[in-house]
């Protein structure tokens, strides 16, 4: 079992609709969580950086953690083609002197006009 | 906000030359870069961490010698792939981490061994 799932989708919606991205991890030792965004041969972009169980929001953009569930998602509103990208969770854990980040495997999204 | 810049984007060599690609953090200190490598449709993997004055620390199968890592100062660090193959085909990115331990990611460099 990967420490980290994510639907690799591909995720197909229309422009003005909500998306919903999931992750679920199995290591209680993730502490922080991350959510980026990555266009077609260009480096990941952090959208949003959470701690503690609940929600966060930035804009359009609001991450949401369950730690007793193991659970992370993000959400987009008014989603625009401009969002087509893959996005990527992440999960942060000390190991070996380091803070390291454990990805998923990133999910698709197409925003159709 | 942070920006990572690398050098070059882009690079075509022969098989058997020595690639080196440069990371910086353009308007911070980083103490800790990363450095990944991610195929076609497929996630990023880590591949090693390197601290300023120090020696890499690379991740299990990662050869050392063939990813030659320097991190001569807190704004820059960069990879060398000694004598590239055309497995070594792939795109790699650094990061580099802020105060918070999240990292801020370079645009990547694709690397094309013939």
């Known amino acids: 079992q990967k420490e980290v799932e994510q639907d690799p989708g591909p995720l197909s919606v229309p422009e003005g609709a909500i998306v919903s991205l999931n992750c679920t991890y199995s290591n209680s030792a993730f502490q922080y969580f991350m959510w980026y965004r990555q266009y077609s041969r260009k480096g990941p972009e952090l959208l949003m950086y959470?701690?503690?169980?609940g929600n966060k929001e930035d804009g359009r953009f609001t991450a949401q953690v369950d730690k007793s569930s193991k659970y992370i998602s993000l959400f987009i509103r008014d989603s625009q083609p401009s969002d087509s990208a893959t996005y990527l969770c992440a999960m942060r854990m000390f190991s070996g002197g380091y803070n390291k980040l454990i990805f998923g495997a990133g999910t698709r999204l197409a925003v159709h006009p | 906000g942070a920006v990572v810049s690398q050098h070059p984007s882009r690079v075509i060599c022969k098989s058997g030359t020595s690639v080196k690609i440069e990371c910086r953090s353009l308007?911070?200190?980083?103490?800790?870069m990363f450095w990944y490598r991610q195929f076609p449709k497929q996630s990023l993997m880590l591949m090693a961490t390197?601290?300023?004055?120090?020696?890499?620390?690379?991740e299990q199968g990662v050869e050392k010698d063939k990813f030659l890592i320097n991190h001569a100062s807190l704004t820059l660090s960069t990879l060398t792939v000694t004598s590239a193959h055309p497995e070594d085909s792939s795109f790699y990115i650094c990061s580099a981490s802020g105060l918070r331990g999240e990292q801020f990611f370079g645009p990547g460099t694709r690397l094309t061994v013939l």
């Open positions: 308007d911070f200190q980083a103490t800790t």
């Open positions: 390197s601290n300023e004055g120090s020696k890499a620390t690379y």
């Open positions: 959470t701690y503690s169980s």
